[in-house]
């Protein structure tokens, strides 16, 4: 299906760290974009971010101001659900990973957007064939699983439920490239392919800070020098944030066994708030220079 056209018309649902950035993503490729929220307060610190990253991107070249302001003027935010979705073509939600909460909010979508209107996850491990399933619309349904930052990370993935149509995963793939994103299309299995294996080698790296075997720094240096990482897994995982590594790791533990049976490291520093980069505090102390050791 070559013929796929473009997306003009893309509504992202959560404003949180990869709400905004999926939104400034879509706004920089020429999207329409409304970005919605139920928290005004969230929708407010998402502006302020988009505005220092795109002001952040002028200083480097790689925008022009007027650029800049063209892309800031595509993302129209809101705290109505109906505005945001009324004439989008791709939906895409980037709310926390609970599945009751995307379950309920993707049936009010449904009921606003047009019956053509696909319906797409961010969700980093959870089922999209349930997700289908409940909603009843199981052909619409697919996974983009988009990594943090998406302005800047090249990967896109995209998940197959049991029921996705193939017009769907066609039209995935067809906004991926509009993204200039690569894109691998997986199963859908608990974690996919990316969150699997990247959380399994995260929960590793924190077991073995909490035996001694060597330093927050030092763990990640191995896996950045020896094996070319460009981010080492302690790091990532500060950048992700611990409570998203803990909720997936939980997940993958009840699916699929004690392999991915979370660190008691990792739940004692999400219940101490140090969750990471967002928190200001992780396995490093994150300042504007960038992160710094604890």
Known sequence: MSDVREVWSVAVLGAGTMG???????????????????????????DASIKKQLARAVEKGRMSEGDSKEVHGRITRTENLEEAVSDAELVIEAVPEQMDLK?????????????????????????????????????????????????????????????????????????????????????????????????????????????????????????ELGYRHPMGPLKLTDLVGLDVRLAILDHLHRELGEQFRPPALLRQMVRAGRTGKKAGIGFYRWTEEGPVPV
């Open 20 to 46: 905004m950035g999926i939104a400034q993503l879509c706004a920089t490729r020429g999207i329409t974009t409304r970005l919605f929220d139920v928290q005004s307060a969230q929708l407010e610190r998402a």
């Open 103 to 223: 379950v309920e909010l993707f049936r009010s979508v449904i009921a606003s957007a047009s019956e053509n209107t696909l319906l797409g996850s961010n969700t980093s491990s959870l089922s999209l064939t349930e997700l289908g399933k409940r909603l009843g619309q199981p052909e619409r349904v697919v996974g983009l699983h988009f990594f943090n930052p998406p302005p800047v990370m090249p990967l896109l993935e995209i998940v197959r439920g049991l029921a996705t149509s193939e017009a769907s995963v066609e039209r995935a793939l067809a906004f991926a490239r509009q993204l200039e994103k690569e894109p691998i299309v997986v199963n859908d299995y608990p974690g996919f392919a990316s969150s699997r294996l990247g959380v399994a080698l995260g929960a590793e790296a924190i077991r073995m800070l909490e035996s001694g075997v060597a330093s927050a720094v030092d763990i990640d240096r191995a896996m």
